[in-house]
């Protein structure tokens, strides 16, 4: 059994939960989802307590009154730390949460202590715990099938990023390919038209050459036909 609670100082609220003994926080540890975050009383025996964030979320994103309420509630939910004041509660990504064969049921440890942050609380804020209690709801989930389908839809969604990204950059290459052809083109045009500027221009000359010969030609006819006539 799982115990459910909603969060709803901020809009859209965040979904709290914990498991029943220590038993239970064996599974919530083993089927927990990246989106979560593990808090306990530090150094105090207490409830395993998990902030489900939304997709995109990072720990440094949990609203400070969010975070207010997941310290009240563990604060509650331990036998010796309901009844301090100035107790600290840790809190760290599920990920980060390291479970050996040699550790009881429900003690854990960390991978990387960097990660766990802790926060200071002065005392019991009855008007927060009675808030949450009023949403309290008792559920017997399937952790192993709901983490399962997460996974699934968290592999297909990469998936389907993966192949975008793929057509993206097909496409970007066709599109260099085209300009390559294009420039190629215009180069080849541009030479083309040059030598055909050229071939015109020689043509042009010759032209002017021949005329001048032509001239020369019909001057000397009509020379030689002068010099006949006189002589």
């Not at 220590?22 to 306990?40: A, Q, R, T, V």
């Not at 990920?95 to 440890?109: C, R, S, V, Y």
Request: aromatic share 10%; glycine share 4%; hydrophobic share 35%.
């Amino acid at each position: 059994m799982v115990f459910y609670f909603t969060s709803a100082v901020v809009d859209p609220p965040y979904t709290i939960y914990m498991g029943k003994d220590k038993y239970e926080n064996e599974d919530l540890i083993k089927y927990g989802w990246l989106e979560d975050i593990w808090f306990h009383v530090d150094k105090l025996s207490s409830a395993h307590v998990y902030l489900r964030l939304p997709k995109g979320q990072t720990i440094n994103d949990i609203p400070p009154e969010v975070l207010i309420d997941c310290a009240q509630l563990v604060k509650n939910n331990s036998i010796q730390g309901c009844k301090m004041n100035n107790i600290s509660v840790v809190y760290t990504p599920w990920a980060n949460l390291k479970k050996t064969g040699d550790m009881d049921i429900g003690q854990i440890g960390f991978h990387r202590q960097k990660e766990v942050k802790t926060m200071a609380v002065e005392k019991k804020i009855n008007e927060i715990v009675n808030r949450l209690e009023k949403t309290k709801a008792e559920h017997y989930p399937d952790l192993a099938a709901e983490k399962e389908s997460r996974d699934t839809e968290e592999r297909n969604e990469k998936k389907a990023q993966l192949q975008e990204q793929k057509r993206r950059e097909k496409e970007e290459q066709k599109r260099k390919k085209e300009m390559e052809e294009l420039r190629n083109y215009s180069s080849l045009m541009k030479t083309e038209n040059m030598k055909s500027n050229q071939v015109r221009q020689i043509g042009e000359t010759g032209d002017f050459y021949d005329k001048i010969i032509k001239k020369k030609k019909m001057c000397l006819l009509f020379l030689k036909g002068v010099l006949l006539f006189f002589f």
